[in-house]
């Protein structure tokens, strides 16, 4: 069974910085698109960034320029790279895959919380 793990998330400054990492375990064959979303209690989930297998990236409009997003592919390990966190960035922040096992399919982290407050 695959499993994405999320981790470092936490609390910090305005202003300050964060970098997340989700790991993949399993029996993965391969991994195209990688990315994370973030969501606050009552609203949908929305994208935050994507990077494919070969490394395109695609951002939100609300953070580009103040995150990165990048992903090793030997160990099936992505990133988010959270810098001049503002408030407004306070969310669940989740990973997702797409990969392939036995067939082609989508995964979900667990979540990670991020929250920004002096």
């Known amino acids: 069974q695959v499993q994405l793990v999320e981790s470092g998330g936490g609390l910090v400054q305005p202003g300050g910085s964060l970098r997340l990492s989700c790991a993949a375990s399993g029996t993965i064959f391969s991994i195209n698109t990688m990315g994370w979303y973030r969501q606050a209690p009552g609203k949908q989930r929305e994208l935050v960034a994507l990077?494919?297998?070969?490394?395109?990236?695609n951002y939100a409009d609300s953070v580009k320029g103040r995150f990165t997003i990048s992903r090793d592919n030997a160990k099936k390990v992505v990133y988010l790279q959270m810098n001049s966190l503002k408030p407004e960035d306070t969310d669940v922040y989740y990973c997702?895959?797409?990969?392939?096992?036995?067939?082609?399919?989508?995964?979900w982290g667990q979540g990670t919380q991020v929250t920004v407050s002096s």
């Open positions: 997702n895959a797409e990969y392939r096992d036995s067939g082609l399919r989508r995964g």
């Open positions: 990077i494919t297998s070969g490394f395109s990236t």
